[in-house]
Structures are given as C-alpha cells and as structure tokens.
C-alpha cells in the first residue's frame, strides 16, 4: 500500500481535476435509464460509453421519455495529465473528504478508479471514470445506487449467488478471501449471477437476489432484471470439515451489515444508520442466515443441496 502522504496525493489531485472540469455534453451523448428501479439521466462526453451502456443494461431498463424525480449524472473521461493516476493506487477503500464544488460545501468519493461529488439539492452527481464497462463505472455505481436502494426495500451485498436447475437462489456472504469466488468456481452446472455483488429484495416475506451488474469476476449468467427467490443465506467459514451451524440473532445482524456493499458510513446520520439496519433485519427475518463451514470441495454441494 502506498504511503500515506502519497495516497493523499493522488486522492486530492483528483479532487481538484474534478473541480475544474466543465462537464459540457453534447447532443446525443445521454441515455435515460433505470438501475435496479432508481431513476437516472446518464450525460457524458464520450459517445461510445452510450452505446455500451445501451448493449450492457436490460432492454426493459432503458427508457425512451425522461424519467420523473430522475438523479443526473455527468460524466467525463479523465483527461491525459491525470488518466495515469486513477490506478496507481492500491487500496480498494472508498474515501470521502469535504470540499467545495459549485459554491457550496460537498463530499467527494474517491477511489482508485473513479471520483465523483454529489449536488444534494440538484440531484447530480459529477464524475471520471475510464469510459467502458469496467471496474471504475462499477465502482462508481456501487457508490451512488447502495445508499438509494435502502428507500426500495432492496440491498447490495457483497456476495456470491448461483442459481440450481429448479431456479432457486443460493447466497453466499462472507470478508474478501472467505470463499465466495470458490463457491461459484465449484458451482457447475448451476448458473452464477456475481461472484461479487448481488442485489436482494424482500417482498411478502420472502427474499429474492438478482445479478448486481457492478461488478465481479464473472459476466452474470442470466440478465440483470431476472430474479430469483432465494433458498439458503450463508456466511462462509473454511474449516476442516463441513457443515451448517446456526447463528444468533446479534451475529446475523453484524454479519448481515458487513456484507452491505459501499455504504458511507461515517457520512450517515443517525436516521440512515437506522434504516440500514432496518434493511439487514428485514433479510434475516425472510432468511435466516446461517454459517457454512467448508473445506473448499465440490463436495460441500451435497450438504448444500441435501433437504
């Protein structure tokens, strides 16, 4: 990891290539949409990035009239002098420092791959990001949409979710290095949505997981406005051997937590602290979540699949 001084560095010279930027798009260079049911007016200054996101995202999800009470989006690529830069850092943390953009006081979201400010009263986020569909766009989106799927009822996670041949959804949560990506690679034939990041829903009492489509080793396997109901909720835990063991109601809170994807926490208030924890009680309560052991063997599926 790099130095401290040098991390700040890199982070503030994004900052201010941020601030100065014009964010002038031309005709043609926008795409009204919805992500996972949150309204957006997408603006860039790279043409192509459209014609991506129109080959990327569900065909249901693309709109051709605007979009009430829509959040906007303008978007540049990084400039030359900078382009450098946006992967020289190591650490995969998202940071938020306070500055001014536009004569007013903002936070601004900095990671390796993209940074971006939100305009609270306009409802617009500015941002950089290389123009594909790739780590920094996924990045950026995990940051905008995690804080605005919670009014949804709706959570992205950390996890990976395969799909059996019955169409029921198994949920893999667990720290970076537990075993999800594992789980998925010894998964076939079952389809794998992310191996990453999966979004989850509860309705009527039952929770359901889609492709997240922000990020992940693997292309999700089925489109990313297909969802499923979910059949088991794991945290996985290598061990010696395998098995299932149940968990208390405080560990599947602070498991459940740990496993919401690019939440600030820090810049949350006591409100939206609450409604997060709200969201990880309400999954629970639709499916308990429980401990996997397991020995990283395509043989943990016969305890998974057994009744």
Same mark, same amino acid.
Request: overall charge negative; some cysteine.
């Given at each position: 990891m790099e130095p401290r001084s040098l991390q700040n560095t890199l982070q503030k010279s994004k900052i201010e290539f941020l601030k100065k930027s014009t964010f002038k798009c031309g005709k043609g260079e926008s795409l009204i949409f919805s992500f996972h049911g949150i309204p957006i007016s997408f603006h860039t200054s790279v043409p192509s990035l459209i014609s991506l996101l129109k080959e990327y995202l569900p065909d249901a999800w693309v709109k051709n009239k605007s979009l009430s009470h829509s959040y906007k989006i303008f978007h540049q690529s990084p400039a030359q002098e900078i382009a450098q830069k946006f992967d020289n850092e190591s650490s995969s943390d998202v940071f938020h420092f306070k500055?001014? *953009?536009?004569?007013?006081?903002?936070i *601004? @979201? !900095?990671?390796?791959? *993209? !940074? @971006?400010t939100l305009n609270t009263q306009e409802r617009c986020y500015y941002c950089h990001f290389e123009p594909i569909i790739d780590d920094g766009l996924h990045n950026f989106f995990r940051w905008m949409l995690s804080p605005l799927l919670l009014d949804l009822s709706k959570a992205m996670l950390h996890a990976a979710a395969l799909i059996n041949e019955k169409e029921e959804a198994f949920l893999f949560l667990g720290p970076s290095g537990a075993g999800k990506t594992t789980m998925t690679e010894m998964g076939s034939p079952r389809l794998v949505l992310s191996d990453d990041m999966n979004l989850v829903s509860f309705e009527n009492d039952k929770l359901f997981v889609s492709a997240g489509g922000v990020g992940g080793l693997y292309k999700p396997q089925v489109a990313l406005d297909r969802k499923f109901e979910v059949k088991n909720l794991f945290w996985l835990n290598q061990a010696k051997e395998n098995s299932i063991v149940e968990l208390s109601p405080l560990q599947q809170v602070q498991f459940m937590l740990s496993s919401f994807a690019n939440l600030p926490w820090k810049n949350f208030s006591k409100d939206e602290q609450e409604k997060a924890f709200n969201s990880a009680q309400a999954i629970i309560n639709c499916m308990p979540l429980k401990q &996997? =052991? *397991?020995?990283?063997?395509?043989? #943990?599926? =016969? &305890? #998974?699949?057994?009744?």
């Open positions: 500055n001014s *953009f536009k004569g007013c006081e903002q *601004f @979201a !900095v990671q390796r791959d *993209f !940074v @971006a &996997l =052991n *397991f020995t990283k063997e395509a043989s #943990i599926w =016969n &305890l #998974i699949d057994s009744p």
